[in-house]
């Protein structure tokens, strides 16, 4: 599929890769994920506001709710709750990447980290690279796809979170 809008989500987000899954995610299971794969999505557009109510609800640190203390701090502003950034990624992700129909849990992710802030008005863009791709040992109506996950904005192309994703999905029924 090429980037249109025929491939967009509810919010708006859309693919932004030249390709995508052969199948969409309503129709999508285990033997879609194909190593080395690499998909795009986007575009997120967080605002101050929204960086202000996540950090006040969730993680009320004064570099993400207090202005003055955030403009004489490392970052010289408000900056969004790296949890609040990893709920953009799982946005993108759950919209796009994850199978509808065949997605069964997530034993976890490993190697979070956000290594440059998310600040007010920036968009972000999920790059998704399915670096393994196994059936399961134990259950064979299942498989094991690790993806690597990359947040980037789309202005300066700063990488804003990484990670590793494990996702249980189902295998396509006989």
């Known amino acids: 599929m090429t980037n249109s809008t025929a491939n967009s ?3 708006g987000t859309r693919t932004l890769s030249d390709t995508d899954f052969p199948t969409p995610a309503g129709e999508r299971y285990f033997e879609d994920y194909q190593a080395g794969a690499v998909y795009e999505y986007g575009h ?4 101050e506001a929204e960086i202000l109510d996540f950090a006040e609800r ?19 502003g408000i900056i969004a709750s790296g949890w609040h950034t990893s709920s953009l990624c799982m946005r993108l992700f759950a919209d796009h990447y994850l199978s509808r129909i ?4 997530s034993p976890g992710i490993d190697e979070l980290r956000w290594p440059s802030p998310l600040r007010p008005g920036d968009a972000v ?15 064979p109506d299942r498989g094991l796809i690790v993806t690597g ?4 904005t ?21």
């Open 9 to 11: 989500a509810p919010n």
């Open 44 to 47: 997120l557009t967080v605002t």
């Open 58 to 76: 969730f993680d009320p640190q004064p570099i993400h709710i207090d202005r003055a203390y955030a403009a004489s701090g490392p970052f010289g």
């Open 102 to 105: 065949a997605s069964l849990a």
């Open 125 to 139: 863009r999920l790059r998704a690279t399915i670096v393994e791709a196994r059936p399961s040992r134990s259950k």
């Open 149 to 152: 996950g990359e947040l980037i």
């Open 154 to 174: 789309r202005d300066d192309d700063r990488t804003v979170l990484t990670l590793r994703a494990m996702n249980l999905i189902g295998r396509r029924p006989a």
